[in-house]
């Protein structure tokens, strides 16, 4: 089974959040499993600062979009069985961020990623690697679905090639000027309702979800939720219509990152039978942030995208009654300036209770995930949501909001029986969050209690090797249609 895998970001090389995580773990247990994965992303500075040696693959092409040469080279980098390929063009990729800044999206994004998808389909037939799938991520690699369909519908060497599409975030279209179609090479003709056009746009995501053999989303939940209006992003229609090929597979953790018993970036290793370690984490924590954070009391982790979906907003209005509940906060995360600014200045009000780190740090986001008691991660929607897994397996308590892939990994604790790895709520409203964390803070003080529902989190098994195993049979079903 040979896969090419695209996406926009992949572990350790970039990331800005879980996609990351799924295609650069995903790959390696596929990988385990017999496949052949060949991986495609973009050389971001971000990839070039981390002094990765790689290797050069092509030293110079060109590729025609728009009337335009366009050149680029590819270098690759191989690790635990899986080769990536970075595609180098620094006019586009030699850049601060990966997509944008705080002022905004970079203009040019439907250029850059209709060239990185583009450029990844000229690589594999430079290397003669004729894939039984491509395998694309979001809508930043969503453009290569229409380029096979139209561009190379009659290349023979893609003759055998089925596709799959995953949707890790349906609310990220990749919206552009109509005018997009013709500066990347696309028919204008697609400009249709039934093809790319979105309410006078050109929608990327659109191409996946139309011209892939198959589509995935990343819970089964979330894959039932989009297919509605309320979570449907306005392609709950489009979605519908392809339902008999649209399935849900719950993303998968890769404990060799995300294990309190031999991660290198928390103050101190432990284990499910002995939780000293995690009492230093949690001191170390507090000091990191300057918190008073009694033992008695629960310290609140949250490590998050500051994004209307993530319910920040809804932290905002119930932060009184969270600090009342006696919890210490901690937060980590970038993104939306009212929310930061409206968090940066209670931190300032409350500074041994609210600690409050506005940045992007792998160290940091482990140190909460370890030193934690609890983890709030109140989604407006939740594709899948891994960081209420991390927690669980860090012996952190996830406070979820019951949606999409958080409704799939958590279940509600039950004293009464000692089932369940966490606490639900389901309106996404200030006082149903404030209700379960009381719960949450109440059971705290209960160490037996307490003690049986850490031992159950620690337990719960989200590794990879399932999830990919049903990715494998999928690619094996498309390969064989
Ligand atoms: P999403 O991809 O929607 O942001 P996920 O829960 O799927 O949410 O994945 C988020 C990933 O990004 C996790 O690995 C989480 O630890 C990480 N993350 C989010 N914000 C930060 C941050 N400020 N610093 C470090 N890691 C972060």
């Not at 819970?219 to 939720?225: D, I, K, N, V």
């Not at 930061?340 to 041994?352: M, V």
Request: proline share 5%.
């Amino acid at each position: 089974m040979k896969v090419a895998f695209l996406a926009s970001e992949v572990i350790p090389y970039a990331k800005t959040g879980g996609l990351a995580d799924v295609a650069g773990a995903l790959p390696k247990v596929l990988a385990g499993l017999g496949a052949e994965v060949r991986a495609f992303m973009p050389l971001y500075r971000e990839v070039r600062k981390k002094k990765i040696p790689l290797t050069p693959v092509i030293e110079r092409a060109e590729l025609e979009m728009g009337g335009e040469k366009l050149a680029y080279a590819v270098f690759s980098h191989r690790a635990d069985g899986v080769t990536v390929y970075f595609i180098d063009r620094p006019e586009y990729f030699d850049r601060d961020c990966l997509y944008g800044t705080a002022a905004g999206d970079y203009p040019d994004n439907g250029e850059r990623f209709a060239f990185f998808s583009r450029a990844s389909i000229e690589t594999m037939r430079a290397m003669r690697y004729s894939p039984d799938i491509v395998h694309g991520h979001d809508w930043q690699s969503a453009l290569v679905f229409a380029y096979l369909r139209y561009v190379y519908a009659g290349d023979a060497f893609f003759a055998r090639t089925r596709t799959l599409f995953t949707i890790h975030n349906l609310a990220y279209q990749g919206l552009f000027d109509d005018e997009l179609l013709d500066r990347i090479g696309l028919p204008a003709s697609l400009f249709n309702m039934n093809e790319l056009e979105f309410y006078g746009k050109v929608n990327a995501l659109k191409a996946g979800i139309l011209y892939a053999t198959a589509v995935t989303t990343v819970s089964p939940r979330y894959s039932r939720e989009i297919q509605t209006p309320a979570f449907g992003c306005g392609l709950d229609g489009l979605l519908r219509s392809r339902s008999a090929v649209l399935y849900g597979i719950l993303n998968g953790v890769d404990y060799r990152d995300w294990n309190p018993a031999t991660d290198h970036l928390i103050p101190r290793n432990y284990v499910p039978e002995d939780l000293t370690g995690k009492i230093t984490c949690r001191k170390e924590l507090a000091a990191l942030f300057g918190l008073a954070a009694p033992t008695t009391l629960p310290v609140a982790g949250m490590v998050t995208r500051l994004a209307g979906q993530k319910g920040l907003d809804i932290v905002c209005e119930a932060l009184q009654d969270l600090l009342g509940l006696g919890l210490t906060l901690v937060i980590l995360g970038t993104g939306d300036q009212k929310i930061q600014d409206f968090l940066l200045e209670a931190q300032e009000k409350n500074p041994t209770r609210i600690g409050l780190k506005i940045a992007f740090d792998e160290r940091i986001a482990h140190t909460i995930y370890a030193g934690s008691d609890i983890f709030l991660i109140p989604s407006r929607y939740e594709p899948c949501g891994l960081t209420q897994m991390y927690a669980m397996k860090y012996g952190t308590i996830p406070v979820v909001r019951a949606t999409g892939g958080l409704d799939d990994s958590v279940q509600e604790f039950d004293p009464q029986v000692g089932n369940g790895n966490g606490f639900k709520f389901v309106e996404a409203e200030p006082e149903p969050l404030v209700e379960a964390a009381g719960r949450a803070g109440a059971l705290f003080k209960k160490p037996i209690d307490w003690r049986k529902l850490v031992r159950n989190a620690m337990a719960a098994d989200f590794s990879w090797e399932r999830s990919a195993s049903a990715y494998l049979d999928l690619y094996k079903k498309l390969a064989a249609s």
